[in-house]
């Protein structure tokens, strides 16, 4: 049974909380910064890759900045905090309730985002990948065996979280139709405990966005 205390949002209830989280996703306007635009071009009306989350990047344009960070020193919150900021909550007590023990300081969100065979070595440990959406295909390949192909594990995060270290494991997604999302939960920020705002206290697992 869900705890109460994050009732909230969702039901504790897998493909209910999909289709809520769906509902939230779509709601939002994704577009792709630089980095994810080298590494897929996707036109802005189809889609894109974002954080929501915190970045050593504090600036928007040469003349403008990023709104600093309330949890990080020296670093700003990107553009998605600042235009839903009630998605931190959102994002909190979905993680609180299918990966409650996992820790995480960034959630990267996809929206029809076909990301090529990489992998994320400014990551710290495992992700926790979730997908939502009307689409057919579009699974997560991760190769396990570095050139023995046959290491290559295909997941299906629409069913359930999937986890796995994508510092050290080649990883993309396979071709699909309709329209898929999905949320990468992870932790990028090495040694954040020193680097929290002084009187900053977090109270959840999750520990994100306090």
């Given at each position: 049974m869900m705890n109460e205390f994050w009732s909230n949002y969702f039901?504790?209830?897998?493909?209910?909380?999909?289709?809520?989280?769906?509902?939230?996703?779509?709601?939002?306007?994704?577009v792709s910064g630089t980095a994810r635009n080298k590494m897929a071009k996707v036109k802005k009306s189809i889609g894109g890759s974002a954080l929501y989350g915190h970045t050593w990047k504090t600036y928007l344009s040469p003349t403008k900045n990023k709104t600093p960070s309330t949890v990080f020193k020296n670093m700003a919150q990107?553009?998605?905090?600042?235009?839903?900021?009630?998605?931190?909550?959102?994002?909190?007590?979905?993680?609180?309730?299918?990966?409650?023990?996992?820790f995480y300081?960034?959630?990267?969100?996809?929206?029809?985002?076909?990301?090529?065979?990489?992998?994320?070595?400014?990551?710290?440990?495992?992700?926790?990948?979730?997908?939502?959406?009307?689409?057919?295909?579009?699974?997560?390949?991760?190769?396990?065996?570095?050139?023995?192909?046959?290491?290559?594990?295909?997941?299906?995060?629409?069913?359930a979280p999937v986890t796995f270290d994508g510092s050290k494991f080649c990883h993309w997604v396979e071709p699909w139709t309709g329209n898929r999302y999905s949320l990468v939960f992870?932790?990028?920020?090495?040694?954040?405990?020193?680097?929290?705002?002084?009187?900053?206290?977090?109270?959840?697992?999750n520990h994100v966005f306090e």
């Open positions: 039901t504790g209830e897998w493909e209910i909380d999909n289709k809520i989280m769906e509902s939230y996703l779509s709601d939002m306007v994704i990107s553009k998605l905090v600042d235009d839903h900021p009630e998605m931190a909550e959102i994002f909190k007590e979905f993680a609180s309730i299918y990966f409650p023990d996992f300081t960034q959630v990267t969100i996809n929206k029809n985002f076909p990301a090529p065979a990489h992998t994320d070595s400014s990551n710290t440990g495992v992700s926790y990948l979730c997908c939502f959406g009307d689409y057919e295909g579009g699974l997560t390949a991760v190769d396990y065996g570095g050139r023995d192909k046959a290491r290559v594990v295909k997941e299906n995060g629409r069913k992870y932790n990028n920020i090495k040694n954040w405990e020193s680097k929290l705002i002084e009187g900053q206290t977090w109270i959840a697992s």
